[in-house]
């Protein structure tokens, strides 16, 4: 069931969503595979028509699938989702087959589009792949056109996010090294989350 609180972010507004900077989740499919990882260097690039980068190791799974595709997309996750951020950064699914079932993800499609995105985050991008070799090869550089961007109205509307007007929960998080990551002014730790 599609969340009702889902509402499109005019294109021009869409850098707004990865503006401050959050940990974000990187999904794609083929004909074969789709997959989710978990990412920190996203940003936007251009205001219109509107782009995006993301740095894409050579050694993921994800990164082959949008080579192959031509298409991904980029999502903010939420506090509340910071241990399945942390095993989608870590389980790669060339060692592990089942790592989306593993790892607790839920997947949705938007109308009229077919790629994967993650249930319960805060802001969803779709993109088209702008190949640049070079950039992807020496760089490990990925550039993306947006062709749809939404958000959890409850989080980001009008152009602006409200984060002070939600719960905790529904922070983003940013991932520092090891495990441990901050939400906006507080630290939080994967290994907290067990107790």
């Known amino acids: 069931m599609l969340n009702p609180h889902l509402k499109a972010v005019p294109l021009e507004k869409s850098y707004r969503l990865l503006n401050h900077g959050p940990t974000v989740l990187v999904s794609a499919k083929d004909q074969e595979n789709t997959d989710v990882m978990?990412?920190?260097?996203?940003?936007?690039?251009?205001?219109?028509?509107?782009?995006?980068?993301?740095?894409?190791?050579?050694?993921t799974k994800t990164r082959k699938i949008i080579e192959n595709s031509g298409y991904f997309a980029l999502q903010v996750p939420t506090l509340k989702q910071l241990k399945m951020v942390y095993q989608l950064g870590t389980i790669s699914l060339h060692d592990e087959p089942n790592k989306l079932e593993k790892c607790g993800v839920e997947l949705f499609q938007f109308d009229q589009s077919d790629i994967p995105v993650v249930s319960?985050?805060?802001?969803?991008?779709?993109?088209?792949l702008i190949p640049e070799p070079h950039n992807q090869q020496h760089h490990d550089l990925f550039i993306g056109k947006v062709i749809a961007a939404y958000a959890d109205e409850r989080v980001f509307r009008d152009g602006h996010w409200y984060y002070q007007e939600v719960e905790p929960e529904?922070?983003?998080?940013?991932?520092?090294a090891g495990g441990h990551f901050y939400t906006i002014g507080d630290a939080v730790s994967v290994d907290d989350q067990d107790k």
Do not use: N
Request: include cysteine; aromatic fraction near 14%.
């Open 120 to 128: 319960g985050c805060t802001a969803w991008l779709l993109c088209e």
């Open 38 to 59: 978990a990412a920190a260097w996203a940003c936007a690039l251009e205001f219109q028509p509107a782009k995006v980068t993301v740095v894409l190791d050579k050694s």
């Open 170 to 176: 529904w922070c983003s998080i940013y991932h520092v």
